[in-house]
């Protein structure tokens, strides 16, 4: 195995490894998990790294192959949906406006994106990445049009599950 | 959609609260296996293969014997090397299907190995149960037309069988074991592969809802 290949494979995943944990976590519901679906990634990253050519940014080149792992190939029985981590979430709201009412809702909005089908959930990751439907439709192999159509469906379905 | 703008504003703040897994630990993982269901298919088939083959070794001799004095031991020598040579072939495409299930690969181009992934075993679980239903109908047509051979050779006039009728009670026989050999074989793919296939599809359908 390339040394030299590995060295720089696993430097750039260790400055990049946010964008996996936060797949992580919004795709598994506990710690277990969590890591398990990160080891899978790490693992299906580096097979694919040969491929990487360098021609789109490393982080860019993640999403899709962390987002595809998390939705194809992890297995699933591992991550059953429930909601009783939400203390673990802990957001911190910046200090000025913060109240309970608004950790509150943010809990819920989480919760309600963690209830989303895996496919909808990857189109609200990458929303909340602040990624443009450009780049959405370009990480899921999407058209730019149908990436617009399926984020309203999303936000649709977020609304039902939040107002039943 | 506030709520979910709001989720999203706090949603890069958020980010030094999350674990960070050390370089050294990283290295570690590149060492584990990978566990996707694509990699148990090709997995499972080796293991299936060595345990067939074992089998051959723990056959009793007296069954090697019996096969030699019905004349049956070069056909079934042959039989064994195509058996054998078509697994092979079946093993290499499941490693093919394993080496080139990339998740790089376009959403289509994933589907598409999904598919061919799913297409090879369900033709190994055709071509076993098929070589069994094959194998046996030969065999008891074989040993039907040349039942007084094999009642010599099986000796089972000491065993106070008589034999009148016996050509009869022994293909009845053969065929209710046949039977009962096929359907485990068929219940063995159905649990084994059938719940790895299960999976599978449930990914294709998830990919497949992101084209819709």
Known sequence: ???????????????????????????????DAHDDLFQEITIQLWRAFPKFRGDSKFSTWMYRVALNTAITLYRKSKRQI?????????FKIKSEEYDDTTEQQLKLMYDAVK?????????????????????ISGTLGISEVNARVKMNRAKDKLRKILNP | MDKLDKLKENWQSEEHELPKVSFDKIYKMLLKKSSSI??????????????????????PEDNI?????LGLERVMYYCEIFHFFIFGIFIILFYKNYK?????????????????????????????VGMTIAFSVAIDTYLYNN??????????????????????????????????????????????YGILLKKLKGNYRELKKINS
């Open chain 1, 1 to 31: 195995m390339d040394k030299k290949l590995e060295h720089r494979f696993v430097k750039l995943l260790e400055a990049n490894q946010n964008i996996v944990h936060k797949i992580c976590r919004l795709y598994t519901n506990d710690k």
């Open chain 1, 82 to 90: 429930d909601t009783q981590d939400f203390e673990s979430l802990s």
């Open chain 1, 115 to 135: 209830k989303l089908n895996d496919i909808d959930k990857a189109l609200v990751f990458l929303y909340l990445e602040d990624k443009s439907y450009r780049e």
């Open chain 2, 38 to 59: 694509v990699k148990w298919i090709f997995v499972i088939s080796i293991i299936e293969l060595l345990f067939w083959i074992s089998l051959y070794f723990i056959l």
């Open chain 2, 65 to 69: 014997n019996m096969m030699k004095e």
């Open chain 2, 100 to 128: 080139s299930i990339q998740v790089t690969d376009s959403t289509n181009v994933l589907m598409q190995n999904i598919l061919n992934t799913r297409k090879t075993v369900r033709y190994f679980v055709y071509y076993n």
């Open chain 2, 147 to 192: 039942s007084e051979k094999l009642y010599e050779v099986m000796d089972f006039a000491k065993q106070g069988i008589p034999k009148e009728g016996f050509a009869n009670i022994f293909i009845i026989s053969q065929i209710i074991v046949g039977f009962v050999i096929i359907a485990l074989l068929i219940l063995f793919y159905w649990l084994v």
